[in-house]
């Protein structure tokens, strides 16, 4: 493997994908050689949790996000069109609690006579690299995609949200008596995991390409140290972003038969 020339990772990284997928039009052609390059933007919305062990009563966190897209495509297989495609993104994620009673009513602090909210955003630079599977119209037409593959992030910055002083927090009223998170900054800057998702593309030969994904992140490291002697066993990101791209060519392959 370390002998192979940087022309064939790629393609090896696809076929590692196709293989797990049902071929379609088995009649097609073969290995259609494919090199082309597209960059583009991205925006779009991010719903955020964090899966604490012991657990954290929470709903999903929202925030805007906004990357930058490259798209080097490959080769044809059968039908699915093989690509890879490196994303720079960045988002601010995180959790917001629900601090709710036995009876999951609200709870009401004593200070401020308001429901306590409390929510951490934490901002991130997101750098996935996806291996990408298409089927349908190239240039001019619709196409559906799935892409998989595995996402570093690495930590920028933090800032906590809370409508109470975390010294006079009703406490007494919680149903959950979990509260160390809410004072504990994060320890592991560096965050991994896998991301994958589906969409669709739109493709006009002058106005280049059009892009909607709903993709999922699960998180394979933890904000928080999670050995014996931490509180935390785990503490590790769970995200669904939906976003838009736009995406135009820089290099196109010169061969006719290229719908």
């Given at each position: 493997?370390?002998?192979?020339?940087?022309?064939?990772?790629?393609?090896?990284y696809c076929l590692l994908l196709m293989l797990l997928s049902l071929p379609l039009g088995l009649q097609a052609q073969i290995g259609q050689h494919r090199d082309e390059f597209a960059v583009g933007v991205s925006g779009g919305y991010v719903m955020s949790q964090i899966n604490f062990k012991p657990d954290v009563q929470q709903g999903w966190m929202g925030s805007p996000m906004v990357g930058l897209t490259l798209r080097y495509t490959t080769e044809k297989y059968f039908s699915s069109v093989c690509a890879i495609v490196g994303e720079v993104n960045y988002v601010k994620i995180g959790w917001k609690q629900k601090i709710l009673t036995l009876t999951d009513e609200p709870v009401i602090n004593t200070v401020t006579n308001e429901a306590e909210?409390?929510?951490?955003?934490?901002?991130?630079?997101?750098?996935?690299?996806l291996a990408?599977?298409?089927?349908?119209?190239?240039?001019?037409?619709?196409?559906?995609?799935?892409?998989?593959g595995p996402q570093v992030g690495f930590y920028l910055n933090e800032k906590t949200e809370a409508n109470y002083e975390l010294s006079k927090r009703n406490i007494g009223m919680r149903s959950s008596v979990v509260i160390e998170q809410e004072t504990m900054p994060v320890e592991n800057k560096f965050d991994y995991g896998i991301a994958g998702g589906i969409g669709l593309e739109?493709?006009?030969?002058?106005?280049?390409?059009?892009l909607l994904e709903g993709r999922y992140y699960f998180g394979l490291g933890n904000i928080y140290g999670n050995t014996k002697r931490d509180y935390f066993a785990r503490s590790n990101y769970a995200n669904i972003m939906v976003k838009a791209s736009w995406l135009f060519d820089i290099a196109k392959t010169k061969n006719e038969k290229v719908k």
């Open positions: 493997m370390k002998h192979m020339s940087l022309h064939l990772a790629p393609r090896t909210e409390y929510e951490r955003r934490i901002g991130y630079v997101q750098v996935p690299l990408r599977l298409g089927w349908g119209r190239e240039r001019k037409g619709m196409q559906f995609f799935f892409q998989i739109y493709s006009h030969p002058k106005l280049g390409h059009f």
